[in-house]
């Protein structure tokens, strides 16, 4: 069942020439936690304050499950009951306990409701050693475990997420990434979150939208995103890809009837990992190396195959490469773009 619906959805600021977003349509069943990536100013953040009834769109419309999501024009209080956001900045108040900072977003409540459901954020987020400090006392990871209790304690229907790691240390926030993954699911809470973090949205979400320039231009599932890929921009975004025609590649294969498995006019995305050392008889291609690129556990190494054709794979075995690369591709890997 869809939780939330997005149909033709448009936004143009005053005074700026280019829309921030454009047509953009989606819908996110109950319990997904769907992940929102791109560059800065791609329409990310506009997007979630107009889901979250913050902004107002020029055009289109938001539903959660039937209900019409408006913006500040029609509420005298911009926002809506059912929908939470987490800034980046955590926006806690700053001189009062944790405990009465996860109260506060309990107010009107019936007592007991309230005092229920702080305990029971308390143990979720794992905020019982902390529940008396104040925010200024706790660590970034610490205050983004509890923006995230104090928005999860009424029960929301959906949880926005707006950068939601980009002021927490680097060392730390691998090891809070999963922590608020299994909050939200063990919460059972359909969640949005912003990232221009492909690494995240990769980890983190059942469903990716990949947005650019104001258009949503790919939606599917982690796996579907980095492994077919709509354009070669998502292609190179979430990893390293070698994009390339097949035409351009057929003369330097060793194994000729490799090509015949793609039209001439074919263009493709070959991974990093795709292609692979092997010796002589088993090759597609040869090729020198170039340039080598250290990262830690493996390296990344740039082949050059003909004069304007470079190809780049991952090497996992620290040894010195040979004068001639001997390169087999794993064909079955290899995306065709439509």
């Given at each position: ?126 905020l019982s050693a ?157 090729g020198k190396l ?49």
């Open positions: 069942m869809n939780i939330l619906t997005v149909k033709d959805l448009n936004k143009t600021y005053s005074g700026q020439f280019a829309p921030a977003i454009k047509n953009i349509t989606l819908a996110i069943k109950k319990g997904e936690i769907f992940g929102l990536v791109g560059e800065s100013g791609s329409g990310k953040t506009t997007l979630l304050r107009i889901i979250a009834g913050l902004e107002d769109a020029d055009s289109g419309s938001v539903r959660l499950l039937k209900e019409s999501i408006t913006g500040p024009s029609q509420n005298l209080v911009p926002g809506h009951t059912h929908i939470r956001l987490v800034h980046q900045n955590f926006n806690l108040q700053p001189n009062i306990s944790i405990r009465q900072n996860i109260l506060y977003s309990l107010k009107g409540y019936d007592l007991q409701y309230q005092l229920d459901r702080l305990d029971k954020m308390i143990d979720l987020c794992d902390l529940q008396h400090k104040l925010p200024r006392q706790l660590s970034g990871g610490e205050m983004q475990r509890v923006a995230l209790a104090r928005a999860l304690a009424d029960e929301p229907m959906l949880l926005l997420l707006d950068e939601p790691f980009s002021n927490v240390d680097i060392i730390r926030r691998q090891e809070l990434k999963h922590e608020v993954s299994d909050i939200i699911r063990k919460s059972g809470t359909t969640a949005i979150f912003v990232t221009h973090d492909t690494t995240e949205a990769l980890t983190l979400s059942d469903t990716i939208g990949v947005m650019r320039d104001g258009s949503l231009i790919q939606i599917g599932t982690p796996h579907h995103i980095y492994n077919h890929p709509a354009t070669s921009y998502v292609a190179r975004f979430f990893g390293n890809a070698n994009i390339i025609s097949i035409i351009k590649l057929q003369p330097y294969l060793r194994i000729k009837q490799q090509a015949s498995l793609f039209n001439k006019q074919d263009v493709v995305c070959i991974r990093a990992e795709s292609i692979q050392i092997c010796q002589e008889a088993e090759a597609d291609l040869t170039k340039k080598v690129y250290y990262l830690g556990m493996y390296e990344l190494w740039d082949v050059q195959i003909a004069r304007n054709i470079s190809l780049q794979l991952l090497h996992f075995q620290k040894t010195p490469p040979p004068e001639k690369l001997f390169l087999k591709i794993v064909w079955e890997q290899v995306h065709v773009f439509q």
